[in-house]
């Protein structure tokens, strides 16, 4: 009977752990998100080599802040260089961002129709699709 109510106790602080105004889910969930919320004071943004001004960098982060995921593109091991160096004429925007100990940088390609975006932290290379007109025909 005992074991009863330790299973039902166990329980009972899992699921109030686990509800989702916890800041423990929401710690879990900002750990393991693909397009995280970027902070403007936290980034340094450069196009072509140059930093852009800070009214600028405000304004493509929150451009990249407000774009709508797509989808995400599946990288097979050893092709991360493709992702990384493509074979195309477009300059991509580096967003170089310092969470802790770990540099995270994104490279944020504009297409016609879509932003491509290649997410490198550690070793690892994550790429995705963002719709966005502002990012498109953000201009400096």
Known sequence: MTWIWVISVVFFILKLLMSPPSALVAWVLRKFELHPELDSKDVTVTFNGKHLEE???IRFTDYFNEANFLKKHYIFPGNEKLFLNPETNITPFVIN???GKKDVNFFVYSSD??????KQYKEKVVS????SDDLINFTM
């Open 128 to 131: 995705y699709s963002l719709n």
């Open 97 to 99: 961002v310092k969470r």
């Open 55 to 57: 009214e600028e960098k």
């Open 113 to 118: 129709n879509h932003v491509d975006v290649v």
